[in-house]
Nanobody, 123 residues
Framework: QVQLRESGGGSVQAGGSLTLSCTAS????????LGWFRQFPGKERELVAA????????????YVAASVKGRFTISRDNAKATVSLRMNRLKPEDTAVYHC????????????WGQGTQVTVSS
């Protein structure tokens, strides 16, 4: 069973920073692209960022949504089987539930979902 576990959500003022982390089993981590979706209060979903498996030939190996480009950075630590999302210069419109996701490639990264962690940005 694929398990993705998020941590690091919380409340922050606009302009602040948060780092979300997601851990997975080593098998899940190695064989899959991983990423972050966010779900807004009105239930709309957006793929925020994704990063390819170290075994993948995907080019480019990362994806970052235009809405967060230059503010958010995705990275993976292969030794710790962790994928992180560093979020800088947060805005109130970034308020959402952030889900760690996994799948075969950055284009299809939503096969597996974590339960999500709330990020709230106040103005």
């Amino acid at each position: 069973q694929v398990q993705l576990r998020e941590s690091g959500g919380g409340s922050v003022q606009a302009g602040g920073s948060l780092t979300l982390s997601c851990t997975a089993s080593r098998r899940t981590f190695r064989g899959n692209a991983l990423g972050w979706f966010r779900q807004f209060p009105g239930k709309e979903r957006e793929l925020v960022a994704a990063i390819a498996s170290p075994d993948s030939s995907d080019d480019p190996s990362t994806y970052v949504a235009a809405s967060v480009k230059g503010r958010f950075t995705i990275s993976r630590d292969n030794a710790k089987a962790t994928v992180s999302l560093r979020m800088n210069r947060l805005k109130p419109e970034d308020t959402a539930v952030y889900h760690c996701v996994g799948g075969g490639s950055c284009d299809y990264v939503d096969d597996y979902w974590g339960q999500g962690t709330q990020v709230t940005v106040s103005s």
